[in-house]
């Protein structure tokens, strides 16, 4: 068996929100309109993919960030990872992205973050699509739902 060799991400631009330096995949023409896509947790950005032809055909811009934390995205000096943290990420990427606004779209824990994205900058998110996660308020509290969800506590 040979050793593994590390092989570096390459191909992203560095993008400075909220305090931090996140890795983002950029493409598309920079004057069309801005999707965010955020994967989720284990995942990467390469979790879109498939998905990344289909937008640039459509005429959008498409930046897909790693999540804070995630190399190659800057780790924060805290244990700030909490939904505020990661809704401000996104709304920082947007605007130092040039954009006045974005079509925002979460999958897991990017899905949390983009319904904290909605309720830091509301002026910030022209749509949200949201996979794989319900809106918060709509999850009813019952001990099933603590125990299916105990490995996010």
Do not use: K
Not at 73 to 85: L, M
Request: negative net charge.
């Amino acid at each position: 068996m040979s050793p593994r060799v590390h092989v570096p991400e390459t191909g992203w631009v560095p993008v400075q929100a909220n305090g931090l330096t996140h890795a983002v995949f950029v493409d598309g023409e920079e004057d069309a309109p801005l999707v965010v896509l955020q994967h989720g947790f284990p995942d990467t950005p390469h979790t879109w993919d498939d998905v990344l032809p289909y937008l640039l055909d459509a005429g959008y811009r498409v930046a897909r960030p790693w999540g804070r934390g995630i190399a190659p995205s800057e780790i924060p000096a805290s244990d700030a990872y909490d939904v505020e943290d990661t809704a401000r990420d996104l709304v920082g990427i947007i605007e130092a992205l040039g954009a006045e606004s974005a079509i925002l779209v979460g999958h897991d824990w990017g899905a949390w973050a983009s319904w904290g994205a909605v309720y830091v900058d509301p002026s910030r998110i022209q749509r949200l699509v949201a996979v794989a996660i319900p809106h918060p308020v709509s999850i009813v509290p019952r001990m099933s739902v603590v125990w299916g969800a105990r490995h996010l506590i």
